[in-house]
């Protein structure tokens, strides 16, 4: 069984910084492309950020030069640096990819979801 748990959310002044974290345990064989989501209250679940097997990353325009996606292949972790925050970006952040999971001799591959870390911004 494969899991993904963010951590790292909270209240932050608007300027600020937080680090999330996604962490993944359970059998895993390897992560492969990974992503952070976000919605907010009212609106779509939008794409943050994706950072690829290879470490080749994307940005929302949104957050294009604010937001950083990393990834720590060792520790199966893959992190999102937010700074300059603004108030609107807050929002429930979500860690979401494809990972590759060991099942008996097989490795099979399959989308997960995290459970959502909250963030919020104040003005």
């Known amino acids: 069984q494969v899991q993904l748990v963010e951590s790292g959310g909270g209240l932050v002044q608007a300027g600020g910084s937080l680090r999330l974290s996604c962490a993944a345990s359970g059998s895993i064989a390897k992560l492969n492309a990974m992503g952070w989501h976000r919605q907010a209250p009212g609106k779509q679940r939008e794409l943050v950020a994706t950072?690829?097997?290879?470490?080749?990353?994307n940005y929302a325009d949104s957050v294009k030069g604010r937001f950083t996606v990393s990834r720590d292949n060792a520790k199966n972790t893959v992190y999102l640096q937010m700074s300059s925050l603004k108030p609107e970006d807050t929002a429930v952040y979500y860690c979401a990819g494809d990972i590759s999971a060991y099942s008996g001799l097989y490795v099979y591959s399959k989308n997960y979801w995290g459970q959502g870390t909250q963030v919020t911004v104040s003005s």
């Open positions: 950072i690829s097997s290879g470490g080749n990353t």
